[in-house]
């Protein structure tokens, strides 16, 4: 038997529930198999529901469960994953009218692992046409239209994994797939009140996964809390000879270890010089909010100097001529003008003009880009910021239009895409408005225990992840 | 994968030119309205809009079929920030030793096909 609010369930919580047998897979994937099909058109979240699939992956769980066959923790629970991820005998559309029939012969590698690991892939959510990299300036710059934000839907679910963030908050999957090259996971995170991590470049394999940018795209859970993330990194991280970048360092995750037991010394946390001076003042407040809850639990050094180099133009530079290479048949065939966002059809093709030199330029500034944030973290475990300036933005409003006064201070955000970096952003609060408010903490390369850790000792002080969007109950 | 503020928008992030001044450079390029005055033309373009001008040819030569004045321009703005962030990486001196962050890897024969042979 279901319990009433099983979707707003962690993970941990819903693996216990199966492993005791108080809840079947099919009970629970036909559960989210509804709540896709009645709730997902509200937020455009859900470009494809993978209902047979789902069926039959929730039957062969089950099966195995009743033969005490336990894959892993996400052994029968469903999941979506942004539609860049190739999935056999579903459309994976990459967001884009041109792709709308693309079918792919086999799943890609984070859906066949997490397929080994028993979890249950229940729909393709909505994403920000090519991931954004044809230069999207506004919400409304994916085929199936923009995702709206289940906290209030005049805003947008932000981009570009604008489906799972949406798709996370209105508790439609318990985790999703989503992807990053200078920000689509954290982003999506932050505006809709969810947990997104973005994994150290090459601990996820990429294969079957769309490329914008070779050298910066990065595939990471997004989920309710910072433990699920653990728990879902730790299913899809391991080397995979067919994609050339992906690691053997791989990843465990038993649980955040008990602060009873375990005894740590505190976190040594950055906060760079002008992080918090221009972003809106909900967001700020919050921001402390949630660095107070860490208490004795964390040392923090403020407006530390951030590392003077130019990382906006470098990630601009690499995602311009790597995305116009990705996506030069598009380019030459004149399909750019297929494209829903009116900016994307004509901004597309600056890709195309990054010199080689430039190009070349900004891969060899990533050296010394490395060295500059290393010598950061040797005297600090993280550098915490708000996970964005502002709240989401206004859904029908040019994105430069929204909040013109408002700026996010150092780029955080490009500096760690650049350097292969990562990060996990959860919810800090809300503004008077309602609409999430975010912090993210960023570590050196492999750090993503350590920051599952710092991430959940905020979330189980504040809990503000335990807070639902009205409307998404039954 | 990148969020709004990630990919064009980057020369906001260094502080550089605003893009209100590009326009007048567009329209002379392309003759499609009075863009610059005498006065204006006689002043030597900012240097950043020179390469750009040229780049966005390159551009409307090779795709600029179906784009109409309007797409060109924004085209054209595009390129400007393109230019901008080249012109701030260049900035930066590297050393000669400094090499870019993708390696190439040579990919050794598979050992059958390696046998044989009368070398």
Known sequence: MIPKRFYAYPLRQLSAMLQLGEVTSLELTEAYLARLETLGPEYNAVVTVTRDRALDEASNADGELARKKFRSPLHGIPYGVKDLLAARGYPTTWGAAPYKTQQFREDSEVVRRLKDAGAVLVAKLSMVELAGGMGYDRAQAAFNGPGLNPWNKMYWSGGSSSGPGAAVAACLVPFAIGSETSGSILTPSSFCGVTGLRPTYGLVSRRGAMALSWTLDKLGPMARTADDCGMVLAAIAGQDAADPSSLANGFEWSGPPDPRTVKRRPWRLAVPKGSVEKVQPAVRANFEQALAAFGDMAEITRDVEWPDLPWGPAVGAIVGAEGASAFLDLIESGGLAQLTCPRDRHAGFAGAAVTAVDYLQAMRLRGPMKDALNQLFEKYDAIATPGRASVAYPVHEEFSKAYPDVSGGPPVIPAGNLCGLPAICIGSGFDKGGLPTSIAFMGPAFSEASLITMANDVQTKLRVHEKRPAGIEE | ?119
């Open chain 2, 1 to 119: 994968m990148t969020a709004p503020v990630g990919r064009r928008r980057f020369v906001f992030w260094v502080g550089g030119a605003g893009l209100a001044s590009l326009t007048g450079g567009f329209t002379a390029l392309l003759g499609l309205a009075p863009g610059r005055s005498e006065a204006q033309a006689k002043t030597p373009a900012p240097p950043a809009i020179a390469p750009a001008r040229a780049l966005h040819g390159v551009l409307i030569a090779r795709y600029g079929k179906g784009l109409d004045a309007a797409q060109s321009k924004g085209l054209l703005e595009a390129v400007e920030n393109g230019v901008q962030a080249g012109r701030a990486l260049r900035a930066k001196k590297l050393h000669n030793g400094q090499e870019p962050q993708a390696i190439f890897h040579v990919q050794s024969m598979p050992p059958r096909a390696a046998e044989g042979g009368g070398r």
